[in-house]
């Protein structure tokens, strides 16, 4: 399968390069940097430390999409909008691991779904993908006498909060106990707040040093408390998630996909 990485200069984009370049059934084919970048024209091998690959970055999208089979994504909202829209014209696999996505740029992906295969997911882990499953089942069966609470920490530089995976899995509990995240969710508490009401979904947000990923979704009832978690400790999992996931695309029909699709969680 012939892959093309976008943001290869960033960290993501590197390792994202390292992991084609160690999976059997796929190759690099092209790699997109940011205009101006510094590492345009550099060979993608060389700048991800793998050795040479003989695929030198480019700032220019099109025409490497047109060769290739599919593109990993892990950049911002803007530039995913516009990938999706190039994959959508060549018809092939995009992968998204982009965090901070807004309800008008799903509908856009949603949108390119109709002639690209979008596989989308605030987190390409296993772990992250099965603990969501559990959440999912465990507040379907536990009921609104359990507080819902997403506790999630990240590094220092990260931009965007909650986290993609924080959102993932209170969407993940919210369709267990089948009510709208949208509606029920509390994003922040500060001041007189009030008793909590029965049936949100509460968030906290820490961040600090350089955290890969922590995540719990506690689940606390009266004298009892389940606390479901997972903790990245190799940011190379995601990446090689995303590979999976392109990989699992490419024989698809277009449409709208996500790691629980990949992994076959869906009907957990």
């Given at each position: 399968m012939r892959l093309v990485v976008v943001g290869a200069a960033?960290?993501?984009?590197?390792?994202?390069?390292?992991?084609?370049?160690?999976?059997?059934?796929?190759?690099?084919?092209?790699?997109?940097?940011?205009?101006?970048?510094?590492?345009?024209?550099?060979?993608?091998?060389?700048?991800?430390?793998?050795?040479?690959?003989?695929?030198?970055?480019?700032?220019?999208p099109l025409p490497v999409f047109a060769q290739a089979d599919g593109v990993l994504d892990f950049?911002?909202?803007?530039?995913?909008?516009?990938?999706?829209?190039?994959?959508?014209?060549a018809r092939i696999v995009h992968v998204v691991g982009t965090t901070g996505l807004q309800e008008a740029d799903f509908t856009k992906l949603e949108a390119a779904a109709r002639h690209a295969r979008i596989?989308?997911?605030?987190?390409?882990?296993?772990?992250?993908?099965?603990?969501?499953?559990?959440?999912?089942?465990?507040?379907?069966?536990?009921?609104?006498d359990f507080d819902i609470e997403v506790l999630e920490m990240h590094h220092r530089m990260k931009v965007d909060a909650p986290s993609g995976t924080a959102l993932l899995l209170g969407e993940a509990a919210a369709e267990g106990r089948k009510i709208s995240l949208k509606e029920r969710s509390v994003r922040s508490r500060d001041g007189h707040t009030?008793?909590?009401?029965?049936?949100?979904?509460?968030?906290?947000?820490?961040?600090?040093?350089?955290?890969v990923g922590e995540h719990s979704v506690?689940?606390?009832?009266?004298?009892?408390?389940?606390?479901?978690?997972?903790?990245?400790?190799?940011?190379?999992?995601?990446?090689?998630?995303?590979?999976?996931?392109?990989?699992?695309?490419?024989?698809k029909k277009p449409g709208y996909y996500t790691m629980a699709n990949v992994l076959g969680l869906d009907r957990l």
């Amino acid at each position: 399968m012939r892959l093309v990485v976008v943001g290869a200069a960033g960290r993501m984009g590197r390792m994202l390069i390292k992991a084609v370049a160690e999976t059997g059934g796929c190759r690099l084919v092209g790699a997109i940097g940011r205009e101006g970048s510094t590492a345009l024209g550099q060979d993608a091998g060389v700048l991800a430390g793998t050795g040479p690959l003989g695929v030198s970055v480019t700032d220019d999208p099109l025409p490497v999409f047109a060769q290739a089979d599919g593109v990993l994504d892990f950049t911002s909202p803007a530039a995913t909008v516009s990938f999706a829209a190039l994959a959508a014209q060549a018809r092939i696999v995009h992968v998204v691991g982009t965090t901070g996505l807004q309800e008008a740029d799903f509908t856009k992906l949603e949108a390119a779904a109709r002639h690209a295969r979008i596989v989308q997911s605030g987190n390409m882990s296993l772990g992250v993908n099965l603990l969501a499953g559990l959440v999912r089942k465990a507040a379907a069966t536990l009921g609104e006498d359990f507080d819902i609470e997403v506790l999630e920490m990240h590094h220092r530089m990260k931009v965007d909060a909650p986290s993609g995976t924080a959102l993932l899995l209170g969407e993940a509990a919210a369709e267990g106990r089948k009510i709208s995240l949208k509606e029920r969710s509390v994003r922040s508490r500060d001041g007189h707040t009030g008793a909590r009401h029965p049936g949100d979904i509460g968030f906290a947000t820490l961040r600090g040093g350089t955290v890969v990923g922590e995540h719990s979704v506690i689940f606390a009832g009266a004298g009892e408390r389940l606390e479901l978690s997972h903790r990245a400790e190799d940011r190379g999992l995601f990446a090689r998630g995303a590979v999976k996931a392109a990989l699992w695309g490419f024989d698809k029909k277009p449409g709208y996909y996500t790691m629980a699709n990949v992994l076959g969680l869906d009907r957990l």
